[in-house]
């Protein structure tokens, strides 16, 4: 256990995670200058809810750090670690969002701590489908497409740019949910399990077991040879 902690960054991941969300009421009136396409403006987007995309991306590179193939031939529940490394992280947003949001008197700490949870999920999900190089450039790209493609007549976003609603939009809620829900079992329940032989890299030779030099059979005592014979 104490390996997979050190394997993975545990501590690492919830130290960036914990600085990110605190940094968040501080940055809340500050902006990312991208422009919106689709109604001509530069209004930008908060960078309070863009920040959690840092330590989404963090968490999914230390949860993949180690090779699939070890994760798959392992005799430890890795499936168990991983479900309990992301809820962990999802729940430690969460609470330090509503602390941050009652101590600030604003609501952007739990748009932010919504966000980081459809962050990790969208992350989760690209790992699965496309591998995981691709999973950071997708957490990435959705904040910039939201802000790029995601703002409707009047500066209102889309249904389908959850990241730059309010925090008590229930929509946004739920497609951050769902996304989380879907990454986690894309991760843990989906991943198949291999054998040893199966999982070695192609060309590789498998140790081979050490060999046993046969016993030499008693000499019978009649046999034995005599000093002076």
């Known amino acids: 256990m104490n390996w997979w902690h050190r394997a993975h960054l545990t501590r690492l991941t919830a130290a960036v995670l914990i600085a990110a969300m605190l940094l968040v009421p501080l940055l809340g009136g500050s902006r990312l200058p991208l422009p919106s396409l689709l109604t001509g403006t530069h209004a930008g987007v908060p960078v309070a809810l863009v920040l959690p995309a840092v330590p989404a991306v963090l968490t999914l590179h230390a949860l993949h750090r180690v090779p699939q193939v070890y994760d798959s031939t392992a005799v430890r529940p890795v499936a168990r670690y991983q479900a309990a490394m992301l809820t962990a992280a999802a729940l430690l947003a969460t609470l330090i969002g509503l602390g941050a949001a009652c101590a600030a008197d604003s609501p952007v700490p739990l748009a932010a701590a919504r966000n980081l949870l459809g962050y990790l999920g969208t992350g989760l999900v690209a790992h699965r489908l496309a591998g995981p190089r691709y999973a950071p450039p997708a957490v990435a790209l959705v904040p910039v497409l939201c802000a790029l493609v995601g703002l409707g007549p009047g500066g209102r976003p889309f249904p389908w740019t959850w990241p730059l609603h309010e925090a008590a939009s229930p929509v946004a809620a739920a497609a951050a949910l769902l996304l989380l829900a879907a990454g986690i079992a894309a991760t843990t329940l989906l991943t198949p399990r291999r054998s040893a032989s199966r999982a ?20 019978p005592a009649d046999e034995v040879p005599r000093r002076g014979e």
């Open 200 to 219: 070695s890299p192609p060309g590789a030779r498998l140790p081979m077991p050490p060999r046993r030099r046969p016993h030499a059979a008693p000499c």
